[in-house]
């Protein structure tokens, strides 16, 4: 008989997630978990078996734009691929957003969703995104004081009904910064009467087939930087579906995402609603970034657990000198590294979710709300980098397989790498956190007294080590920005990088360590405490105080 290699199957995407199961087991009240698990349950086994078929077979299907129709209009429509047009009636349906605003379980209605969105992103190919940023934009004008706005535009980003149901996109780039946001150069007019018209070019507007956009502009003799910004509500279509003063120039050809049709916009004379004041635009898309951070950082989770799944399932069908992949202890040695690293984003995504759910429940204190401001960015940087490195190790737990496009593996890592780089790269949210860290000693000795309260827990002796070494990292941070806080701003801002990551990975280990108490205690289950000691080896100390910032120049010069 010839050789037949069986492919790599998923069971039931919750059922099989012991690390999630057992967090939401410690998170919730039992009667809320009681609620919510069915539901759960259900989609586990929609996200591991229909649907993750049928993001196998919408592999080569991609978003097109169509411009001119057939008598020579400029139309401009963007048709999404099948899988997607499932997933925008699913995540509806299913309450992707609508849980959070529900909020049928008071502060525990963040971690509801989050699990449900947990289960759903790795199958839907970064269907995440516009649930993300619709989820910002319903937090943006629930609290934005907009009487219309909340009457007329909400509901839509709330509901469960796929024909009500609107996703919202997110236009901030344009081609003098993704990150500069405060360069921008979008002006808005003031049309007659009381209606605001934009004008300017959007680089990179992802989800650009949604109903509706925040966006941000120059009010005409605004000055120049963020303050001069304001932010503003756009409906994209009429009545007719024909676009508002918006042209869509093309579609972007990126490295993954390849199913979210990201555009580039010229927007010329698009009438748009002024959200809050005339300016202070990027304080006031903040509350949309948190979010779509946070969703960024439980889709790096959640894109890692898919990878480790897969492998971990490939390792017992895959034979090699005389036995599976799984008895081999260097890949298992492997395997279990990634899974730790699994683990952690876990704890950190749903750590900072809880916070944002008692935030809008009103359970946070100042302190908390400025804990929260810092961990935000740490959490979003710290599973954005690991995401790309679990999803290339992944990959290549299938050898040659998994570079292969039609195995459906190799776009792990082309979306994981989108992780690091969308909603402020790896280096501006370090630069955002150190600021935090320097400006506010609330936000930063709350973190600190967070990790060591989670290190304190640890009774268990086969904790011992993962506690002080997330204990002993988070003290020499502190120390360092200390130190380099008297050296001058360009030690500092060189080694942002490497203290907010000592950072996020010390909280992730605190929070790993504090979990697997719990589980030693109430699920007597060593499994947890296994991926805290796994994670304490695999780099969470990362300060490096004798490099000198002279060498950076030395390196780069010609
Ligand atoms: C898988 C799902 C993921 C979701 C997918 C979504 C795909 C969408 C793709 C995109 O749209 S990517 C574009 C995302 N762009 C960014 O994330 C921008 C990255 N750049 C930054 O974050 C910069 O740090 C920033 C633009 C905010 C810097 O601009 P400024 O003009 O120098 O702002 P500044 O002075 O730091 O902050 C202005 C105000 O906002 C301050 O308040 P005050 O006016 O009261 O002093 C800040 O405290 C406040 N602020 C800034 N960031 C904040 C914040 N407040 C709360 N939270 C924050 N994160």
Redesign the pocket.
Known sequence: MPFRQEPPRLGNQYETDRALRSYLRRALPPEVLEEVEPELLDLGELAGGELYRMQLADRLNEPRLTQWDAWGERVDLIEVSPLWRAAERLAAERGLVATAYERKHGAHSRLHQFALAYLF?PSTD?Y??????TD?AARVLATSGNDLLVREVLPHLVSRDPEEFWTS?????ELT??????ASETVARLDGGDVWRLYGRKW????AASQAALTLARPEGNPT???G?ALFFVETRDAEGRLRGIRIERLKEKLGTRK?P?AELTLEGTPAVLVKGTT?G???I??M??V??L??A???AALMRRGVALARDYARRRAAFGSTLAEKPLHADTLAGLQAEAEAALQLAFYAAGLTGREEAGELDEQGARLL?LV??LVKLTTGRAAVHVASEAIEAFGGAGYVEDTGLPVILRDGQ??S?????TN??S??AL??SLKDNVALYSLLAEIEDCAASARDERLAIPARKARSAAVNARAWLTWAAGEGQVKLEAGARRFCMTLGRALALALLTRHAQWSLDSERDPRAAAAARRFAHNGIDLIISDIDPADANLLLSE
């Open positions: 992103t970064i995440s995104c516009p649930l993300a940023m910002g996109g997110q236009w901030m780039t910064g993704g990150s500069d946001v405060g990179f507007t992802s989800a930087g963020g303050r910004l979210v990201t202070d990027v304080r006031d903040a509350p970034l948190n779509t951070r969703w960024n439980v889709s790096a401001r935000m960015p989108v992780l780089i969308w909603e402020g790269t501006v949210l630069l955002d600021h935090t």
